[in-house]
């Protein structure tokens, strides 16, 4: 077979296994043994969205869920050879695709969430040096490297079989690896978020993020906010978003 030859074959290959109802079987290839690559790749890639979707899958049902498993498998573009990397693809298929299955408007921010935790348990993030007993208000916070701080329209946390959201609701959410290497999530607000925002893409001492977050909210008082501002560092610190201050 010529290398033009065998492309092609390739092709006609790979078309049918997305979509083996719709697309004729490669010339040569025995049905029996082109059903056991079919099963055998689409029950791979049902596994892995199985396993790092559960909330998502049990909340859509079993049907509608694998419906839109084939669909995926079918439609998306995806160009990773990682099958560690198809549960990021999926969640970009459920943001960017148009996808003609009627789903929730809560489903593609829930399975982000979802897919959150394999993203920050996989993440591979030295820890900076840095002085955890700092004072965090005359020191440059240094955040957690794994943190991911998310914002949703939905309250992707509390969603499950027994609670299908109707109405949006903002939410503010951190997650992060502790130092136990366990994934930990905390349900944050708009002013933590902001503040974690202002500290991860400025060099900023804990006072100049608080003072800043006082003059975008036009706070009568800003060294109120600042006190405020430096107990809520500090509870960061506690919980591990927070490492300390750069030394």
Not at 71 to 97: C, G, Q
Not at 101 to 118: G, K, S, T
Not at 181 to 206: H, K, M, W, Y
Request: with cysteine.
């Amino acid at each position: 077979m010529s290398a033009p030859d065998f492309q092609s074959f390739q092709r006609a290959f790979g078309r049918h296994l997305r979509d083996p109802q719709h697309t004729p079987r490669p010339a040569g290839v025995p049905a029996r043994r082109m059903a056991v690559y079919n099963e055998l790749l689409f029950n791979n890639i049902c596994g892995f969205l199985d396993s790092c979707f559960p909330v998502s899958r049990a909340t859509l049902g079993e049907a509608r869920w694998r419906r839109l498993n084939r669909t995926f498998f079918r439609d998306w573009p995806s160009h990773t050879p990682w099958f560690r990397e198809i549960p990021r693809e999926f969640v970009r298929y459920l943001s960017e695709a148009e996808i003609k299955q009627p789903l929730p408007a809560w489903l593609a921010e829930l399975a982000h969430y979802e897919w959150v935790e394999l993203a920050v348990d996989i993440m591979d993030c030295p820890m900076p040096a840095h002085d955890d007993q700092g004072h965090l208000l005359i020191g440059h916070p240094v955040l957690n490297p794994t943190l991911m701080n998310l914002s949703y329209q939905w309250p992707v946390h509390k969603i499950g079989p027994g609670y299908r959201p109707r109405k949006r609701q903002p939410t503010q959410l951190l997650v992060y690896r502790d130092t136990d290497d366990e994934v930990q999530f905390v349900v944050s607000n708009p002013v933590t978020a902001r503040l974690l925002a202002i500290l991860a893409s400025a060099a900023l001492t804990g006072r100049a993020a608080c003072l800043r977050i006082a003059e975008e909210l036009q706070h009568p008082s800003p060294e109120t906010l600042v006190n405020h501002g430096l107990t809520m560092l500090e509870q960061l610190r506690d919980q591990g978003v927070i490492l300390g201050i750069r030394q």
